[in-house]
């Protein structure tokens, strides 16, 4: 079947892990935009910088201070969550009232500064960060770096976690509640404020971490957010942001088809996902897990 | 009245001798500019539409400029109307697509197209991937009648043009389909219910405020001779929408200061190099949260307010 196609095996798998990665970090980059446009209603354009400043904590903790990449899995989402928590005590929570599209300007504006200070400290080509598993396994059809599959793995359980934790526990049910009716949960007794930061904080967080765990395979730079941000833009606009699983498997599934667009016409493949937006646009404008509203 | 056309005169004579007081390129650049951030505001402003990625108009169109002026040798005017129509053309593809969805996500598919089209030309040869389309000739314009290798010549040409599209947007706005268009942002609910195609009337505005982007960018390639990715890239979508933030976003003059206290900033302020950015996030910070209305809304709220009492 391969030769009729004329793709070895090694190039197809290869190319498509590589493209299930990159899935890995649309899905958890995009489910953070999700949740945080859920609960707060401002689409968050500081995700891709936080998702960098998730990297350099990373990188950071790990040149300056010597801890290592598993502890700063922890660490670099709790410091950089602080971070987002920050930001919208002081300035987000004050445009709730206003337009999205203000959210949407003030973010825009917070990922210039820190991107820009980022690369004005540190300048803009990147840094390498240490595997911390190196080595692989030849699976017969293909060479498999251990990291890598970890990553896979990692990125698939802290998408499950998330949506259990959203769809299935108490503060979940909470957090849907107050997202359908703030006013009515905070009849109840519920410190909704309080959840709403919660919220972007996690969201930050979900960010942060990806970026940790990218930190290993791509370079750490200033600037490494940047483009990831405006492909998971697309990737919501496929979604539609009214499902957390419908983020999970957009993500993923976008991934793949960017990785099997890299083994059947190179030249494509940055662009697919923008086509495959287009025709989502057209087909069905709500997104394939959107309601229309 | 006596007040509005003293200041119009005003307005004319500083617009007419300012090439010798200033730096002529600065000037042209700044008139693309604030004809870019005129068109950006023509959609945000009437349509309630907010595009984030409007530099693909006002780069391609400078693609389209540049390839047709230095590759296929034509004159100037077919270059900008080759430009405009491109821009036109690629704005009724992304415009009827993005339309299809509201408010904030019109906002990221905008962004998601300008992206593509950035991709794109970093790979098209046409465009000269990261060198760039270089040394676009400037030629005399109108049959060799009106000389352009001088820059002082060449700012009447782009004043001109910075009118004329000027007076297109103001046109526009006070026409009968105007009216129709801010029903529709305001209710478009009640603008459907009296019988209006909202989205034909938006698709009209998306593409009309492209062709005029288009030709502000067109324009900009012939004034610098170049046309480059930047000019299409996501940077120069987010600098068109400070431009017009900085003014006031919706007034119609806003846009035109905003430009120029933008264009300004990148000139007087490239020593401090990368913090450019750094300066211009921190503005869009502060007026997003203190300023809203811009410079000349909030000096005509406060005018408004001192001559109340009085």
């Known amino acids: 079947m391969f030769d009729l196609i004329g793709i070895s095996p090694q190039a197809?798998?290869?190319?498509?892990?590589?493209?299930?990665?990159?899935?890995a970090f649309y899905a958890m980059l995009s489910l953070g935009l999700a949740v945080i446009f859920g609960m707060l209603n401002v689409i968050n354009f500081t995700h891709g910088a936080q998702y960098m400043m998730g990297a350099f904590a990373a990188w950071l903790l790990l040149g300056l201070l010597g801890i290592p990449f598993w502890v700063s899995l922890v660490l670099a989402p709790i410091i950089v969550g602080a971070f987002g928590v920050l930001l919208e005590r002081l300035m987000l929570k004050r445009l709730?009232?206003?337009?999205?599209?203000?959210?949407?300007?003030?973010?825009?504006?917070?990922?210039?500064?820190?991107?820009?200070?980022?690369?004005?400290?540190?300048?803009?080509?990147?840094?390498?960060?240490?595997?911390?598993?190196?080595?692989?396994?030849?699976?017969?059809?293909?060479?498999?770096?251990?990291?890598?599959?970890?990553?896979?793995?990692?990125?698939?359980?802290?998408?499950?976690?998330?949506?259990?934790?959203?769809?299935?526990?108490?503060?979940?049910?909470?957090?849907?509640?107050?997202?359908?009716?703030p006013t009515l949960v905070r009849a109840f007794g519920i410190n909704v404020p309080r959840l709403i930061t919660l919220t972007y904080g996690l969201g930050v967080g979900l960010a942060a971490l990806a970026g940790v765990l990218a930190a290993p395979i791509q370079q750490v730079s200033a600037l490494m957010g940047t483009n990831i941000v405006l492909v998971v833009f697309a990737v919501v606009v496929i979604g539609g942001m009214g499902s957390i699983m419908g983020s999970i498997?957009?993500?993923?599934?976008?991934?793949?088809?960017?990785?099997?667009?890299?083994?059947?016409?190179?030249?494509?493949?940055?662009?697919?996902?923008?086509?495959?937006?287009?025709?989502?646009l057209l087909i069905k404008p709500a997104g394939l897990f959107g309601q229309t509203k | 009245m006596n007040n509005r056309i003293l200041i119009a005169l005003l307005v004319a004579v500083v617009a007419l001798a300012a090439p010798w007081i200033f730096y002529p390129v600065f000037l042209m650049k700044a008139l693309c500019f604030a004809l870019f951030a005129c068109a950006f505001n023509l959609l945000l402003g009437y349509a309630g539409l907010m595009s984030f990625g409007h530099a693909m108009f006002f780069g391609m169109a400078a693609y389209f400029f540049g390839h047709t002026v230095k590759v296929w040798d034509w004159p100037v005017e077919f270059g900008l109307v080759a430009g405009v129509l491109g821009a036109a053309a690629l704005g009724l593809v992304t415009g009827a697509l993005a339309i299809r969805r509201q408010g904030i996500y019109f906002a990221m598919i905008t962004l998601a197209f300008a992206q593509m089209v950035y991709f794109l030309c970093v790979q098209m040869p046409f465009t000269g991937g990261e060198d760039g389309l270089q040394g676009i000739p400037r030629k005399p314009l109108l049959f060799g009648l009106i000389p352009t290798e001088n820059d002082y010549g060449l700012y009447y040409v782009v004043l001109a043009i910075f009118l004329f599209?000027?007076?297109?947007?103001?046109?526009?706005?006070?026409?009968?389909?105007?009216?129709?268009?801010?029903?529709?942002?305001?209710?478009?609910?009640?603008?459907?219910?009296?019988?209006?195609?909202?989205?034909?009337?938006?698709?009209?505005?998306?593409?009309?405020?492209?062709?005029?982007?288009?030709?502000?960018?067109?324009?900009?390639?012939?004034?610098?001779?170049?046309?480059?990715?930047?000019?299409?890239?996501?940077g120069t979508s987010g600098e068109v929408v400070l431009m017009a933030l900085i003014g006031g976003l919706g007034t119609i003059t806003g846009p035109v200061i905003g430009a120029f206290v933008v264009i300004a900033m990148q000139d007087y302020l490239a020593f401090v190099g990368q913090l450019v950015l750094v300066i211009q996030g921190v503005i869009f910070v502060v007026i997003v949260l203190g300023a809203r209305r811009g410079l000349v809304g909030e000096l005509s709220a406060w005018w408004k307010a001192r001559r109340r009492p009085g």
């Open chain 2, 165 to 234: 599209g000027y007076a297109a947007i103001y046109r526009f706005i006070h026409s009968p389909f105007g009216q129709v268009l801010k029903a529709i942002r305001d209710n478009e609910q009640r603008a459907l219910s009296l019988g209006y195609e909202a989205d034909r009337y938006k698709l009209l505005a998306f593409v009309l405020s492209a062709a005029v982007a288009g030709l502000a960018g067109a324009t900009k390639a012939m004034v610098v001779h170049f046309a480059t990715l930047t000019d299409v890239s996501a």
């Open chain 1, 249 to 280: 498997v957009t993500g993923f599934g976008l991934g793949l088809v960017e990785g099997f667009t890299k083994v059947c016409y190179p030249p494509a493949s940055n662009t697919v996902i923008f086509v495959v937006m287009a025709l989502v």
């Open chain 1, 96 to 181: 709730y009232h206003l337009d999205h599209l203000y959210g949407f300007l003030l973010t825009f504006g917070l990922a210039l500064v820190i991107e820009g200070s980022f690369q004005w400290k540190w300048g803009s080509s990147g840094a390498p960060y240490e595997n911390p598993i190196p080595g692989g396994v030849n699976l017969g059809f293909m060479f498999m770096p251990y990291y890598r599959g970890f990553v896979v793995v990692a990125a698939a359980v802290i998408c499950l976690a998330t949506w259990y934790g959203i769809e299935r526990t108490r503060l979940g049910g909470y957090l849907r509640a107050a997202t359908e009716n």
């Open chain 1, 12 to 23: 197809l798998f290869g190319q498509l892990l590589l493209g299930l990665i990159n899935g």
